[in-house]
Antibody, heavy 119, light 111 residues
Framework: EVQLVQSGAEVKKPGESLKISCKGS????????IGWVRQMPGKGLEWMGI????????RYSPSFQGQVTISADKSISTAYLQWSSLKASDTAMYYC????????????WGQGTLVTVSS | QSVLTQPPSVSGAPGQRVTISCTGS?????????VHWYQQLPGTAPKLLIY???NRPSGVPDRFSGSKSGTSASLAITGLQAEDEADYYCQSYDSSLSGSKFGGGTKLTVL
């Protein structure tokens, strides 16, 4: 069974750094892209970027390029989303999802990680 | 404003048929890129509902169907049920962004 399990909720202050994780199981982690999707409170889904754990090839949405870093550690089947300096506007639910590259769809999703940034 | 435009809300009574539109442009749907649909029940992660314009993943009832024409796509739900009340999102690749985009989402209310 394909599963993506994300790290727990985080409460941070503006300016702090953060790295959240997404562990895949039940499939060949290095053979599928993993993507990240943001959902701000009461808002819609936003495609942030994707990474191919096999060779760490990474693509970002122009809206998120330079704002976050997507990485992966294939030895532990885990993808990451990180910020170097959080802002209040980063408060959102973040989902990871398995991305079928050729079809460009997200077929399996993690449960989401709620990130709250507040002074 | 989203690259893919959806109505903010639609509604229907149990048993009725509703459709949700997704209007794009020549750089996404009109360029021939596939449209996919996701269902997000309240408080849960999105779930793939339709892929490749009209294909249903295993386990998705045939009450859900998708179509695409020109620069638009549609999701149809027949025999509406209370459990269908959710937010629905379309998604497609956009060549001007070199990445995918989601529509703004449509909230379906079952009256």
């Amino acid at each position: 069974e394909v599963q993506l399990v994300q790290s727990g909720a985080e409460v941070k202050k503006p300016g702090e750094s953060l790295k959240i994780s997404c562990k895949g199981s039940g499939y060949s982690f290095t053979s599928y892209w993993i993507g990240w999707v943001r959902q701000m409170p009461g808002k819609g889904l936003e495609w942030m970027g994707i990474i191919y754990p096999g060779d760490s090839d990474t693509r970002y949405s122009p809206s998120f390029q330079g704002q976050v870093t997507i990485s992966a550690d294939k030895s532990i089947s885990t993808a990451y989303l990180q910020w170097s300096s959080l802002k209040a506007s980063d408060t959102a639910m973040y989902y990871c999802a398995r991305h079928l590259g050729a079809a460009r769809i997200f077929d399996y999703w993690g449960q989401g990680t709620l990130v709250t940034v507040s002074s | 404003q989203s690259v893919l435009t959806q109505p903010p809300s639609v509604s229907g009574a149990p048993g009725q048929r509703v459709t949700i539109s997704c209007t794009g442009s020549s750089s996404n749907i009109g360029a021939g890129y596939d449209v996919h649909w996701y269902q997000q029940l309240p408080g849960t992660a999105p779930k793939l509902l339709i892929y490749g314009n009209s294909n249903r993943p295993s386990g998705v009832p045939d009450r859900f169907s998708g179509s695409k024409s020109g620069t638009s796509a549609s999701l149809a739900i027949t025999g509406l049920q209370a459990e269908d009340e959710a937010d629905y999102y379309c998604q497609s690749y956009d060549s001007s962004l070199s990445g995918s985009k989601f529509g703004g989402g449509t909230k379906l209310t079952v009256l």
